[in-house]
């Protein structure tokens, strides 16, 4: 998949943080694989995943990225606040995309414990942050692709 010329934002939280950095990793690892530029790319970190869309939103609307990838991961506890913070990332997300036009990826791991989202952030599960990169880069040049159409 080439992303030479792609714009990339990158909305990452920094609750869980030992999880988050290595779907960060994932990420940047496989957009300069892509052939990414790493100034072609911007990294923001936000509180927790509940913050992730509205980030997702401005670098959207900014003009300045082809594509924008949010990054967390969001465990469960025992109480509900996992199920709310869990769908308004999801749904938050989802909205960027549809609003805006700009391919904006759900790179966000939603887990029972700590080990399962190790396992999906580079253990035997691969990496979300990986997977979120390349739909973020393939998507965006479908996009490129139809608008030139």
Same mark, same amino acid.
């Not at 992730?52 to 980030?55: I, K, S």
């Given at each position: 998949i080439n992303g030479q010329g &792609?714009? =990339?934002g990158?909305?990452?939280a920094?609750?869980?943080e030992v999880i988050t950095k290595l779907l960060l990793d994932g990420a940047l690892e496989t957009l300069a694989r892509c052939g990414v530029r790493d100034s072609d790319i911007t990294v923001a970190w936000v509180p927790g995943s509940f913050e &992730?869309? =509205?980030?997702a939103h401005a670098f959207a609307k900014s003009g300045r990225c082809d594509a924008v990838i949010c990054l967390g991961a969001v465990i469960r506890g025992e109480t509900s606040h996992y199920d709310m913070v869990a769908g308004q990332a999801q749904g938050g997300a989802g909205a960027v995309s549809m609003d805006t036009g700009v391919p904006t990826i759900f790179g966000v791991l939603t887990t029972e414990n700590l080990e399962q989202a190790l396992n999906r952030a580079g253990g035997k599960s691969g990496n979300i942050g990986t997977n979120a990169a390349l739909a973020a880069v393939e998507t965006a040049s479908v996009l490129a692709a139809i608008n030139t159409a």
């Open positions: &792609l714009r =990339v990158i909305a990452c920094r609750f869980n &992730l869309p =509205v980030v």
